[in-house]
C-alpha cells in the first residue's frame, strides 16, 4: 500500500483451489478466458460445485468474494443480477 496512490485499491488474485481449469475469468470483463461466456461459465459452476462438494458455504463465501470483486468492475451490471450470476446458483 505504500506505493499506491491514495484512494487506489490493490486487487490480488483470490486463492483458488487445487483443480487446474481452462475456465477462468478474464478481467475486468468478467468473461470466460475457456469459452468467452460470462464468467463463471457453465462448465466452472460444474467444477465449483465438485470441488466444493462437501463445503458449500465455503463456495457461497468463496463465490461473494468475487461477487465483490465483480462489482467494482461491472458497475453497470445491476446488483441482482451480479448475485444470481456469483452466488445465486450456489444453493
Known sequence: MGDQPAGA?????????????THGPVLPIWTCGGCGAPWPCAPRKRELR?????????????????L?????????????????RFVGWVR
Open 9 to 21: 485499491v490493490e486487487h490480488r488474485a483470490l486463492p483458488r483451489r487445487a483443480s487446474v481449469t
Open 50 to 66: 465438485a470441488e466444493f462438494a462437501q463445503a458449500p458455504v465455503s463456495l457461497a463465501l468463496y463465490m461473494g468474494a468475487y
Open 68 to 84: 465483490v470483486w465483480a462489482a467494482e468492475d461491472l458497475v453497470w451490471v445491476p446488483a441482482g443480477g451480479l448475485y444470481q
